[in-house]
């Protein structure tokens, strides 16, 4: 049923699973974030502050008792139906396991990333990408940060411009199947290695699609397709294209021209710059375009 889901006990987006400590993300988007967190006997944990004020979470105690070591300068026992808000906390709260406890966890703003360890398998393979293609060292990261530049004056929310900062750092990883050899080719790919190398954007949204970022995906997919329709892998058109995926191909393609590479040599930020406003309109999101010249003048990187 579109919109609506019943999950059975134990199904999860993703677990976590160390010796003391098992995590579930049960509900993910970009402004709402659930887990349920099972704690064993006798382990300390803890309630960090949060990076902004805005950050609200909350613990509710599903089974278990619990020992909160500090409240106003009182140790405070904890159980069944207890819970705790946190937000704008100073410094981290200790607490201590009496029994196995089981916490069901609320936030607005998402942690989850910080432990999944399918999120960090795609950031190694990722890195992997950058490692084979050795004149691409941190382009992901550059390309992620061009791209959060652009959407930041487009005024995107928060959610969306973690969605895309994600997006563009991971959007080459289908590359990993791309060989070395036709990664690195000195010439131009023959019509046969063009035909392995168009698959890379596909290979990636695949590989986003097994995990709860699936979201990601379409950006992935996208990102080397071109407003008049002559990109690959599907020559979508216009407004068939995400802005998302329209941010990060210029991104991208700025990345590309200004690096290193084996067969040629960077090109400067203004003729990189001039390359892609010749295609702005045919290739390029006009206003992307715009934008993104604004956000190279103000990082001093054209006058
Ligand atoms: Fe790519
Ligand atoms: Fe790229």
Redesign the pocket.
């Known amino acids: 049923m579109r919109g609506f889901s019943i999950n059975k006990a134990g199904h999860s987006l993703e677990q976590v699973d160390y010796d003391s400590t098992k995590v579930n993300l049960l509900v993910n988007n970009p402004r709402m974030e659930i887990m349920d967190q099972l704690i064993k006997k006798d382990k300390m944990f803890y309630i960090y502050p949060s990076a902004h004020e805005e950050v609200l979470e909350f613990y509710y105690v599903l089974s278990g008792v619990f020992k909160c070591e500090d409240y106003d300068g009182e140790k405070v026992v904890l159980s069944s139906g207890d819970y705790i808000c946190s937000q704008g906390l100073e410094e981290p709260v200790h607490f201590k396991t009496l029994e196995d406890v089981k916490l069901l966890i609320f936030s607005n703003e998402e942690s989850f990333y910080h432990v999944s360890e399918k999120l960090a398998a795609l950031e190694e393979v990722s890195k992997l990408v950058e490692a084979k293609d050795r004149y691409t060292a941190k382009?992901s990261q550059r390309?992620a940060e061009y791209s959060v530049g652009i959407a930041r004056k487009m005024k995107m929310d928060t959610g969306h411009l973690k969605r895309l900062s994600r997006a563009a750092f991971l959007?080459?990883i289908g590359k990993v199947h791309v060989p070395e050899d036709i990664l690195n080719k000195p010439g131009k790919l023959t019509e046969k290695e063009y035909e392995i190398m168009k698959k890379h954007p596909a290979d990636g949204a695949a590989m986003v699609e097994q995990t709860y970022y699936k979201d990601l995906a379409p950006i992935i997919h996208q990102h080397h397709e071109r407003l008049d329709g002559s990109g690959y892998p599907d020559g979508l058109k216009g407004d068939e294209i995400l802005i998302e995926a329209k941010i990060i191909a210029v991104s991208?393609t700025f990345d590309?021209l200004t690096e290193d590479r084996i067969y040629r040599k960077a090109w400067t930020a203004e003729s990189a710059l001039k390359e892609i406003k010749a295609h702005k309109g045919d290739l390029y999101d006009e206003t992307v375009v715009e934008l993104f010249e604004e956000v190279l003048r103000e990082e001093g990187k054209i006058d």
Do not use: Y
Request: aromatic share 0%; charged share 35%.
């Open positions: 382009h390309v959007h080459d991208d590309a």
